[in-house]
T-cell receptor, first 115, second 112 residues
Framework: EPEVTQTPSHQVTQMGQEVILRCVPISNHLYFYWYRQILGQKVEFLVSFYNNEISEKSEIFDDQFSVERPDGSNFTLKIRSTKLEDSAMYFC?????????????FGPGTRLTVT | DQQVKQNSPSLSVQEGRISILNCDYTNSMFDYFLWYKKYPAEGPTFLISISSIKDKNEDGRFTVFLNKSAKHLSLHIVPSQPGDSAVYFCAASVNSGYALNFGKGTSLLVTP
């Protein structure tokens, strides 16, 4: 069964450093998403991406964040200058969204630890 | 701003019995609702969804009920199995392709 994959599974970085989190969405899906979950809190939406552009973003997704689909398979989230509060699980998701169906399929996540 | 609320942080049910997980929402623009199951150190796994034009959707042991007037939905698992023990998240969106708003989750424990 097709699934969303994410790399790395765990990333440790120092405050102020840039990180790139990688995702391979399900191949026939057209909509891509990043979410995060800070320890003990709910899953929060960051950004959605469709047709090679951002379709929606949350207040969390400020100028420090960017997304890219550099080729036909990868979808990346870059944090330019990490802060301690960026420490969280980051989940990539994808969906095909035919009709009004909004089923999103999540990857296993990348645990980002900022020290 | 909690637009999706799961007021029970935990629930314990005996194997074979029915598990009922509840979710309330405040945004009347939500028109699509989903339930996800999550094990520790894994991503959320899609379980079942329902559009606002329906009031019930069933898939095997899982049934989701939607009461639009009460802005309430529930997930029924019958019969419950120990492997169902996980955190269950309710999520909602306003339109196809838009962000999912998640609740804080309910931890279900199914005991043998």
């Amino acid at each position: 069964e097709p699934e969303v994959t994410q790399t790395p599974s765990h990333q440790v970085t120092q405050m102020g450093q840039e990180v790139i989190l990688r995702c391979v969405p399900i191949s026939n899906h057209l909509y891509f998403y990043w979410y995060r979950q800070i320890l003990g809190q709910k899953v929060e939406f960051l950004v959605s991406f469709y047709n090679n552009e951002i379709s929606e973003k949350s207040e969390i997704f400020d100028d420090q964040f960017s997304v890219e689909r550099p080729d036909g398979s990868n979808f990346t989230l870059k944090i330019r200058s990490t802060k301690l509060e960026d420490s969280a699980m980051y989940f990539c998701a994808s969906g095909e969204h035919s009709g009004n169906v909004n089923e999103q399929y999540f990857g296993p996540g990348t645990r980002l630890t900022v020290t | 701003d909690q637009q999706v609320k799961q007021n029970s942080p935990s629930l314990s049910v005996q194997e074979g019995r029915i598990s009922i997980l509840n979710c309330d929402y405040t945004n009347s623009m939500f028109d699509y609702f989903l339930w996800y199951k999550k094990y520790p150190a894994e991503g959320p796994t899609f379980l079942i969804s329902i559009s606002s034009i329906k009031d019930k959707n069933e898939d095997g042991r899982f049934t989701v009920f939607l009461n639009k007037s009460a802005k309430h939905l529930s997930l029924h698992i019958v019969p419950s199995q120990p492997g169902d023990s996980a955190v269950y998240f309710c999520a909602a969106s306003v339109n196809s392709g838009y962000a999912l708003n998640f609740g804080k989750g309910t931890s279900l424990l199914v005991t043998p």
